[in-house]
């Protein structure tokens, strides 16, 4: 199994958040891993109430919490908060970027922004939600979350495995920002790219293409390595720093020196 990533993307104020709850990932089995990208588990026993706040990624999630039952969160386009209250644990399941529409063969962008019951998708789903609520681990909800995947495995799809390669190149390589330059890398018309965007991540290619330059964008600002918001900015592919923090507050809900003062002060109530 590879290792899942460590990264904060995605995670707003991500040092607050880590003093409010717990994040951890568990890598996916090779077989599961053609489609689910990591598992992730939240813990938090909280006092007070704490809204966590997301950038999400163009990813479909599906999760188990109790108490709430199993969803299917589709492609979500806006900010995503959740209030924590009191104790309270979810496991959740990241698929690649159009893995799940080639499991199930649905168009993904049929339900962006909407949260459906496990059971609408898959018709044992039900049964899925009552083995993974009584497995003892984490280690053991992977293995029944796989268990089930492998009676709904996909025959190999090359269409998905080039939105899965375009979508890998965006999310890695900041010099991408135009869609023009990803049609051109891949030599795939742009209708043709428009048309797999939509069946199988959800969302266009350029909203996939800002949102993951956002991410560089808010990952940078919260680690405090930005001197100058023009340079960031140009290095993004904004044609200039207004356009950038214009974009920025009406994704996040604050300018980029407004995100960077707030994850500055963070910083030292860390390690005072």
Same mark, same amino acid.
């Given at each position: 199994?590879?290792?899942?990533?460590?990264?904060?993307?995605?995670?707003?104020?991500?040092?607050?958040?880590?003093?409010?709850?717990?994040?951890?990932?568990?890598?996916?089995?090779?077989?599961?891993?053609?489609?689910?990208?990591?598992?992730?588990?939240?813990?938090?026993?909280?006092?007070?109430?704490?809204?966590?706040?997301?950038?999400?990624?163009?990813?479909?999630?599906?999760?188990?919490?109790?108490?709430?039952?199993?969803?299917?969160?589709?492609?979500?386009?806006?900010? !995503? +908060?959740? @209030?924590?209250?009191? #104790?309270? =644990? %979810?496991?959740?399941?990241? *698929?690649?970027?159009?893995?799940?529409?080639?499991?199930?063969?649905?168009?993904?962008?049929?339900?962006?922004?909407?949260?459906?019951?496990?059971?609408?998708?898959?018709?044992?789903?039900?049964?899925?939600?009552?083995?993974? !609520? +009584?497995? @003892?681990?984490?280690? #053991?909800? =992977? %293995?029944?979350?796989?268990? *089930?995947?492998?009676?709904?495995?996909?025959?190999?799809?090359?269409?998905?495995?080039?939105?899965?390669?375009?979508?890998?190149?965006?999310?890695?390589?900041?010099?991408?920002?135009?869609?023009?330059?990803?049609?051109?890398? !891949?030599?795939?018309?742009?209708?043709?790219?428009? =048309?797999?965007?939509?069946?199988?991540?959800?969302?266009?290619?350029?909203?996939?293409?800002?949102?993951?330059?956002?991410?560089?964008?808010?990952?940078?600002?919260?680690?405090?390595?930005?001197?100058?918001?023009?340079?960031?900015?140009?290095?993004?592919?904004? !044609?200039?720093?207004?356009?950038?923090?214009?974009?920025?507050?009406?994704?996040?809900?604050?300018?980029?020196?407004?995100?960077?003062?707030?994850?500055?002060?963070?910083?030292?109530?860390?390690?005072?």
């Amino acid at each position: 199994m590879t290792e899942p990533t460590n990264s904060e993307k995605g995670i707003l104020h991500p040092r607050e958040q880590a003093r409010h709850r717990s994040l951890n990932r568990l890598a996916a089995g090779p077989e599961a891993g053609r489609f689910v990208e990591w598992y992730w588990i939240v813990e938090w026993d909280l006092d007070e109430p704490y809204t966590a706040e997301v950038l999400p990624f163009p990813a479909v999630n599906v999760t188990f919490e109790q108490p709430g039952g199993a969803f299917v969160n589709g492609v979500c386009t806006r900010k !995503f +908060e959740r @209030e924590l209250r009191g #104790r309270g =644990r %979810a496991f959740g399941v990241k *698929f690649w970027a159009g893995g799940f529409g080639a499991i199930t063969g649905l168009d993904v962008g049929s339900f962006r922004d909407e949260v459906l019951p496990l059971s609408a998708v898959f018709p044992d789903g039900d049964r899925l939600t009552d083995l993974v !609520f +009584e497995a @003892e681990s984490d280690v #053991r909800r =992977r %293995a029944v979350f796989e268990a *089930f995947l492998h009676d709904h495995l996909a025959p190999p799809d090359p269409s998905y495995e080039l939105v899965r390669e375009i979508v890998s190149t965006m999310a890695a390589d900041r010099s991408l920002a135009r869609v023009d330059e990803v049609t051109e890398r !891949f030599d795939v018309p742009i209708r043709t790219l428009q =048309r797999l965007f939509r069946r199988y991540v959800g969302v266009g290619p350029k909203w996939v293409l800002r949102r993951y330059r956002l991410h560089d964008g808010a990952e940078l600002l919260a680690q405090g390595e930005v001197a100058e918001l023009a340079e960031l900015s140009a290095s993004l592919g904004y !044609f200039d720093q207004a356009h950038f923090s214009n974009e920025f507050k009406q994704q996040i809900g604050l300018t980029p020196a407004e995100y960077a003062a707030r994850a500055a002060a963070e910083r030292q109530i860390t390690y005072r």
